[in-house]
């Protein structure tokens, strides 16, 4: 009686989430949603539950970040900023590339770690509040990150981001798509580490409002770390609900 007042206390929860979104794809203030402090993003997180830490110990970057990174092309001299710079391998691959990395997280224990790894410009502070002036970056990336921010947030941080781009600049954002979320609103993934629950938001119509031209690719979505069920339920559940992870490449079209 219990497991089945809480699943269906679950169900109700998603379709009062739903109910408040509205049509320009964001929530409106009547729904909130519990960002992840600053604390959260210890060294002992970063390094031993973070996904990719196991290749970072190695010196390698993860498969998914690697992935993001085929998804913008970094050209000689680009000045990139990745917000949420966790480790730092992101900025280190950057270099690699002939690209300008600046690091931003707002946990000073990310800070460090990617100074560093990277040894380039890392700053601390809020994605709500970026420390730069009009137009000085040729990418920006958003990696795993908008799924940490209260769902108003979101449209904010796009909207900053936009200030910050010069024309034709382009914003990289990596998210678990609908199907994930939904798994997530239900508690269905992780017994442990990370459980930051992925936002119902679709990114795509508020990245078209604030006028950037979208392009979407997909992959197959699985979470690390200690799953709840077997494998093999959770192929089933990701191939009926289209579980996905989405990379949004937006453009500042003017």
Not at 142 to 150: K, T
């Amino acid at each position: 009686m219990t497991l089945g007042r809480a699943v269906l206390g679950k169900f109700r929860d998603f379709f009062l989430y739903l109910r408040y979104l509205n049509p320009n794809g964001y929530a409106f203030t009547a729904v909130r949603r519990e960002e992840a402090p600053p604390d959260k993003f210890s060294t002992s997180y970063l390094l031993s539950d973070l996904e990719g830490f196991k290749e970072f110990q190695q010196g390698k970057m993860s498969p998914r970040l690697a992935k993001s990174l085929d998804c913008v092309k970094i050209d000689q001299g680009d000045r990139v900023l990745d917000i949420g710079c966790g480790r730092g391998e992101v900025l280190q691959a950057i270099k690699h590339c002939g690209g300008v990395p600046i690091g931003l997280d707002f946990s000073l224990d990310a800070v460090k770690i990617s100074k560093r790894t990277s040894r380039e410009e890392v700053v601390r502070a809020d994605a709500l509040n970026l420390p730069f002036t009009k137009e000085v970056f040729d990418k920006v990336l958003l990696l795993e990150v908008i799924y940490y921010l209260d769902n108003e947030n979101i449209f904010r941080v796009f909207s900053e981001i936009r200030f910050l781009l010069k024309k034709r600049g382009k914003l990289l954002i990596t998210t678990p798509s609908f199907g994930a979320a939904f798994l997530f609103q239900l508690g269905l993934f992780l017994r442990s580490g990370h459980k930051q629950r992925p936002s119902l938001i679709n990114p795509r119509m508020m990245l078209r409002k604030l006028g950037y031209a979208t392009k979407l690719k997909t992959e197959t979505y699985m979470p690390t770390g200690q799953m709840r069920f077997k494998r093999q339920l959770y192929k089933i559940l990701f191939d009926l609900l289209s579980v996905k992870r989405c990379y949004f490449v937006a453009s500042k079209e003017y």
